[in-house]
């Protein structure tokens, strides 16, 4: 079993407003052995001196979307083979910019999860949500007036984002069947959306209570949990009242719903970074003005949602929502997003240790403690004051570590080939 020893390492803890006098780190194999403590280096520990600087979690990406190109309307019909290029890269990329842990929210299965485990591809761990749920005409039915669902219930002719289901019996079977292919959470849409080229929107609510609750109930049989696509007001209560755990996006809810999330021991997951961006790329996209519109007030109405989370004790969580090359110019945005909102060292949590309790990971990931799997970046800089330095991973990130395997070292001037 390897076994490496940092040294000299400041570390980001649980909970602390501030970072650790330098210390040590023992990983052996892919658990983190012990923190702190000083004696000399065995004689099988590769040792790495992080002279002083931040020793800290990988971070997790709570709402990704790796298999998608864009949402340019000309990727609509993607080949398998091209849905599948862009996820490596999509994968690839992510974990160089320090994401050892993503969580997909609609697109991703176990082909990819697979081809990660075996090493066939680079990239962070994977909790996959498989095909998102959606009902006809939903957020996530993407079809055009002149086209039907496939047999299969997909929403276009090689879509692996979702599957069209309606009535609890629907949502029943198409519940169990991505959890039978290995989904570690299930994903349904319960409001539309500001930027899907389906003529759903966020002004309304999508699947019946008792639909909500079939979905809830199937994934609590197998000790998971679901995650939902909400705007509206309606949208969240709905699935509050359901059981919902992680509530994605509610740009659009009052402060008493907010306060219900808390009250229900929900996560909110905002994604910033996907709506500015797309603001952004509008032009390329093909985005009318009126959606432009839209989007630029659904950001700014999520900005105020932010703050009623902060004021009632709401876990928010860190997600991106980005989709292919997207990800890849804005991934690392949200953290900066994120820090015109909120102190840095409570963005350095959401996207570590709260989004780990969202994974129902406690402990295992999003943390640097004995036992815990050995998910580690090195930084230049202290996040903790500044969490906008995450954002430069090119001058910043200095070592990448997921699961115990180093995928870049700068730090011994022995860069990894898996590395840039």
């Not at 989904?183 to 849409?189: P, S």
């Not at 808390?262 to 996209?285: C, K, M, W, Y």
């Amino acid at each position: 079993m390897s076994s490496t020893l940092f040294v000299n390492a400041r570390l980001v803890l649980d909970d602390a407003d501030q970072l650790t006098e330098p210390c040590r780190v023992t990983v052996d194999g892919n658990r983190i052995g012990s923190v702190g403590g000083d004696g000399p280096a065995s004689g099988l520990q590769r040792v790495i001196d992080v002279g002083g600087r931040t020793l800290m979690p990988g971070l997790i990406d709570a709402h990704a979307h790796v298999t998608g190109l864009s949402l340019s309307p000309r990727n609509a019909a993607a080949t398998v083979d091209e849905i599948a290029a862009a996820a490596a890269g999509y994968l690839r990329g992510a974990l160089m910019d320090g994401f050892t842990t993503v969580r997909e929210a609609g697109g991703a299965d176990h082909r990819i999860a697979r081809r990660l485990e075996q090493g066939d591809i680079l990239g962070p761990r994977l909790f996959y949500s498989g095909r998102a749920l959606t009902q006809t005409g939903g957020g996530a039915d993407f079809r055009t007036v002149d086209e039907s669902v496939d047999p299969c219930g997909h929403a276009m002719p090689h879509s692996v984002m979702s599957v069209i289901v309606d009535g609890v019996d629907e949502v029943r079977r198409a519940s169990r069947e991505e959890l039978r292919l290995g989904a570690t959470q299930l994903k349904l849409f319960a409001s539309g959306g500001v930027v899907f080229p389906a003529k759903s929107h966020a002004t309304r609510y999508e699947f019946s209570p008792s639909e909500l609750a079939a979905a809830v109930e199937e994934a609590t049989a197998r000790d998971t949990y679901v995650m939902a696509h909400a705007y509206t007001d309606e949208a969240v209560r709905r699935c509050l009242q359901a059981g919902v755990r992680s509530i994605e996006h509610a740009n659009f809810v009052d402060e008493e719903t907010v306060a219900l999330m808390g009250e229900h021991g929900a996560f909110f997951d905002p994604t910033f970074i996907s709506l500015v961006q797309r603001v952004e790329s509008a032009g390329e996209n093909g985005l009318s003005g009126t959606v432009v519109g839209n989007i630029t007030h659904a950001i700014e109405q999520g900005r105020t949602v932010y703050s009623w989370a902060r004021k009632h004790g709401v876990p928010i969580a860190l997600g991106t929502d980005l989709w292919g090359p997207d990800a890849r110019r804005s991934q690392l945005r949200e953290l900066q997003l994120r820090s015109e909102l909120d102190e840095s060292r409570n963005v350095v949590r959401s996207a570590t240790a709260v989004n780990a309790d969202l994974l129902m990971m406690t402990g295992q990931l999003g943390t640097i403690r004995p036992g815990a799997f050995a998910d580690l970046l090195v930084v230049d800089g202290d996040p903790l004051r500044d969490a906008r330095i995450l954002c430069q991973p090119e001058t910043n990130l200095l070592l990448v570590m997921k699961d115990g395997v180093m995928h870049r070292d700068r730090l011994t001037g022995t860069d990894s080939p898996s590395g840039h």
